[in-house]
């Protein structure tokens, strides 16, 4: 069964840290594109970084310099890690697997940055 589940998300100060993770289960990551994804309240969903099979990174502008997307294939983990943190960075925030035409998501980890 395939399965992708987030953890890490918390309740953080402005200016702070925090790392998300995202373990993919039931299936191979290799030849897959990999991203975060978050949805604040009232809010569409807005992609945040993603990352190809190869490595190659694109980041939402707000994020740049502040997020760093990596994955590590042979764990099967996808992670995101945080600083500077915001408060319009509270969201909750989803990973999303793509892999030839098949597509799947977590269901998300909160975020919450308080001011």
């Known amino acids: 069964q395939v399965q992708l589940v987030e953890s890490g998300g918390g309740v953080v100060q402005a200016g702070g840290s925090l790392r998300l993770s995202c373990a993919a289960s039931?299936?191979?990551?290799?030849?897959?594109?990999m991203g975060w994804y978050r949805q604040a309240p009232g809010k569409e969903r807005e992609s945040v970084a993603t990352?190809?099979?190869?490595?190659?990174?694109q980041y939402e502008e707000s994020v740049k310099g502040r997020f760093t997307i990596s994955r590590d294939n042979a764990k099967l983990t996808l992670y995101l890690q945080m600083s500077s943190l915001k408060p319009e960075d509270t969201a909750v925030y989803s990973c999303?697997?793509?892999?030839?035409?098949?597509?799947?998501w977590g269901r998300g980890t909160q975020v919450t940055v308080s001011s």
């Open positions: 999303k697997l793509t892999r030839f035409s098949n597509t799947y």
């Open positions: 990352i190809s099979s190869g490595g190659v990174t």
């Open positions: 039931g299936f191979i990551v290799g030849y897959s594109t």
